[in-house]
């Protein structure tokens, strides 16, 4: 796909993100038709549906592309391009009325064929558009590969915070019992080392939030490819560095967002 292209498929994921912000906007303060409910994590029925108006809006700009998606795949799973979605990011947020939660849309291109090694698929891909749209306070964060991160159409920029005690630090805890014996360790000997923690429950947003300079890290363990992979390349646009581990090959990661200064600090007050 030429770089021209590239700005077509960004307006396109934009269009698609609008059209399912609007139905989150619609539907806060409804009722809300769960599907699957766990004590750590909510599916609905509208997470669903906000899925399929994306797919059927990228898939008519492009039907040859796949779909990498929390409610669902299809189309080839060795396809050249594939979008990486998640309809609602913070769902849980979003199904109590609190109107922290947002859509993450990107695209990914395939590099080269995967060896037959047993290495994590996702290596493969590099991500060459980001779009994550927060519908209640009506923020839009873009990029391209290679070119600036916008807001709104404004270039941002990470945070040149360096001193951790200045510091406005993102966690998240997941679902599983794992992530959270992982994370809380960590959390208990960040709180008295940095200015504040804080646990917002959408993993896109905090990452958009470190590439705005609102934060200076987003860490988190156990987390889905679609919900980082729009942000990531937002933050990276920006200027940050997105730290990323695959845990297994299911698409979840272990992940330290962050401006590019402080990782090590803040890895090494965790410890």
């Known amino acids: 796909m030429r770089k021209q292209n590239l700005r077509l498929a960004l307006n396109w994921a934009v269009q698609a993100a609008q059209a399912a912000g609007e139905l989150m906007e619609k539907n806060l303060h409804r009722p809300k038709k769960m599907n699957h409910v ?19 809006i990228l898939l008519r700009f492009w039907p040859e592309a796949a779909i ?24 849980v947020n979003f199904t109590y009325g609190i109107p922290h939660a947002c859509v993450s849309i990107a695209l990914q291109r395939r ?10 698929p996702d290596d493969d891909y590099e991500t060459v558009v980001g779009v994550v749209l927060d519908p209640f306070c009506h923020e839009l964060w873009t990029a391209i590969k290679g070119q600036s991160a916008r807001l709104n159409g404004r270039k941002i920029a990470v945070s040149p915070r360096t001193n951790l ?18 994370m809380l360790p960590r959390f208990t000997k960040l709180v008295p080392k940095v200015r504040k923690v804080r646990l917002m429950g959408a993993a896109a947003l905090a990452m958009t939030y470190v590439a705005s300079g609102r934060f200076e890290a ?12 729009a942000g990531g390349l937002i933050l990276e646009c920006a200027g940050g560095e997105f730290w990323s581990e695959p845990v297994n090959h299911d698409h979840v990661y272990r992940v330290i967002a962050n401006n590019g200064l402080i990782r090590k600090k803040l890895c090494d007050a965790a410890e």
């Open 38 to 56: 766990e004590q750590h994590d909510i599916k609905l029925e509208l997470d669903v549906r906000c899925q399929k108006t994306i797919e059927k």
């Open 68 to 91: 990498l998606g929390e409610e669902g795949v299809s189309g080839d799973p060795l396809a050249d391009y594939r979008w990486v979605i998640d309809p609602i990011d913070g769902t």
């Open 111 to 120: 590099q080269s064929i995967i060896a037959s090694s047993g290495g994590n």
């Open 165 to 182: 005690e200045e510091s406005i630090i993102s966690m998240g805890f997941a679902k599983s019992t794992a992530t959270l014996n992982e």
């Open 218 to 229: 987003y860490w988190e363990a156990g987390i889905r490819l679609w919900d980082i992979a």
